[in-house]
């Protein structure tokens, strides 16, 4: 991982940490897979964070930039997918 996960200085800790494990979350999504829920529950957490859509689709296009992974793919799979289900991007 030669990237760093985009985040705003004005966050407090706990969301910091919050939006980080959501990335951290979507990248294994890409590597390994992940449990729909677990993905889905960060992302809640993630929206409470950063309730804009459009600081949202900042935050992806620039993660997606420097990692190629994007968190909307991701939960867009992981929405679409039925209850325990695995997502592998």
């Known amino acids: 991982m ?5 985040i705003d200085e004005t966050w407090t800790k706990t969301e910091i940490i919050d939006v980080v494990n959501f990335f ?8 390994d897979g ?7 529950l960060a ?3 993630f929206k ?3 309730p804009s859509k459009s600081e949202e689709k900042q935050l992806d296009a620039k993660f997606q930039k420097d ?3 994007s968190s909307y793919r991701a ?3 992981a929405k679409a997918a039925s209850s325990g289900a695995k997502i592998k991007m």
Do not use: A, F
């Open 24 to 31: 951290s979350l979507v990248e294994r999504t890409y590597e």
């Open 75 to 77: 939960v867009q799979k």
């Open 67 to 69: 990692s190629g992974y």
């Open 34 to 40: 992940i449990l729909r829920e677990d993905l889905l």
């Open 43 to 45: 992302y809640e957490r």
């Open 48 to 50: 409470q964070v950063v």
């Open 2 to 6: 030669n990237y760093s996960y985009p």
